[in-house]
């Protein structure tokens, strides 16, 4: 470091350094922010894997398969929150996805502009409603609803009550109801990442399609929807991952109880519900272990699901650029 | 329904692409026709079926709720069980408090790790880093509540607000991440390219041009994450928990409206319900008006272009 008399060209030298070196901190600062969010991430996934570990050292494998939940003694298995889970989320895809697929087509294709953005925006506000606000309608709403008139038409009118999916009393509080309130909670999300990929699909297409003299909705069918499915496919799997997650509307309608049955008129337990519900009643650390693995659990699944996702939808739209 | 003719137009084609059912071919027009009536009603007729929900939800939100909803619901605490009346002065200002805590960890976060994204758009920690925002995004929000359970609660033994607060920062980090990103990529590129050019450094220009920019869509963009996360009720379950009583402190329990709305509803008393959906009522009218008011603030500014 030898000292040099300053010339004015060096004094240009420093500023640009100074500058310079603003540029390098503000790269530093917006990359640091950038990696809080794999960093949480990875936080996330470690504080639940270390509150569940106690539970699944004690019951290893077992505690997924196992039915028996006995907090009195001891004993943890998470079978019918799995259960639970899994049906209340297919019956919310099957009833979601044929009316958020038939919305986005209306929106892409058949809307007349000055319907189109009001509609669009209030599928859009669906999945601006809190949670617990679709458990409240839920609850004192939607299920005695469901009661009185949908499950007593099922049984008697259709005579569907022998059939083991619709057997047994129907109390209210159900595996339907909550299949029921999560479809309107995870359409909006399928219908929005549809109308997103259907726009991504190409004008040639659509236009080869009416050039051979297919129909608007052959065109759709023959030409539009197969260019998309791959897409439309990730807002279902989309849809599937916040249904599996969701948890307060689900605890309030769905009867929290620890059964397998089949009918979907019986109460049952998600992994979610599960443990909101139990959390605050938990007194043994084993309790309170099992819950969390629980948790993990849903962690898991919910991260696999996700990727599935948003690499189908990434793969589709990117076609927009091509 | 607009465009619809243009069946007429293909009458002539589709009866020579279908050489063999010439003798039919009329007949096939015709259902052909039906069949596209037919599933364009039925599209029409899904929209119409996925906006009654919300419909509903609003009228009996305004049928049960609105009687509820006065001076006291907001000046009042919370009465016990079974005594009609009674506010929740104290859940309005615990949200407020969890959420002002919330978006003071949310917002630069998510503002700088969008403008990252935004600037190094296809570097591979980008790309990376886009994608890890989608999946913390998808998250159940139950799962962020152990989350600052076992990082906050557990090792000092009591739940708090701050815990809470944690839990619901970690939930607005991606949408504010993902808007900031949207409305920055708006900015022309011809902006950015005038402030170098005037000799600008780069980080004056992101800051001091881009950023101001795009800020009203970010504010917005923020605004509605505010509100997304304001409604949330499962990852304060056990982290910010609820208090009967008055409380502000950053270290303790705290009340919020979510929660006290949770409570009364799974309660079996009539008075309890009226309160449920007086409180409800209060948080939509709150998530719709920062909905609606986002909505209009980003068409006003960028939306005239395209659709």
Redo the contacts between chains.
Sequence with gaps: MRPRPATVADRGALRIDASLSGDRVYRWVTTGFALVIPILLAMIGWAVFRAGWPAFRHFGVAFFTESDWDPVNGRFGAAPAVYGTIVSSAIAIVLATPLAVGVAIFLSEFAPRRVRQPVAFLVDLLAAIPSVVYGLWGILVLVPFLREHVMSFISDTLHLGGTPLFAGPAYGPSMLAAGCILAIMILPYISAVTREVLLAVPRSQREAALALGATRWEMIWDAVLPYARSGIVGGVILGLGRALGETMAVTMVIGNAHDISASLFAPGYTMASLIANEFSEATNDLHVSALMAVGAGLFIVTVIVNAIARWLVWRTARGQGA | ????A??AG?????SS?RPGRRGGAQGALTR??F??RL??A??????L???L??V??LV??LR?GAGAVDWTFFTRMPVPAGEPGGGMANAIAGTAIIVAMASLIGL??G???G???A?RRSAR??T??R??????N???????G??A???LV?PFKHFSALAGAVALA?MM??LV?RTTEEMIRLVPVATREAALALGY????T??DIVLRTALPGIVTGSL?AV??I?????PL??TALGNQFWSLSATRPIAAL?LQ??TY??SPYDDQ?AQ??AG?LV??GL??VI?VAA?FATRSRFGRGG?
């Design positions: 329904m607009a465009g619809l243009h069946g293909a009458r002539g084609v589709s692409v052909r026709r069949v596209n599933m364009i039925l599209t029409c007729a899904a929209a079926i996925a906006t929900p919300l509903l939800i009996h939100l049960l630069p976060v503002v700088g790790a403008l990252y994204l600037e920690l980008a990376s880093v994608f890890l925002s989608d999946v913390l998808g998250l159940p929000s139950i799962v962020l152990i989350f359970w076992q990082l557990r970690a980090i991606p991440t450094t780069k980080w004056r992101s800051l509605v509100a997304r304001a409604g949330e009720t499962a379950l056990f979510p709305i949770y509803a799974i319900h449920a959906w409800a948080l939509i998530v719709l909905s909505r659709d």
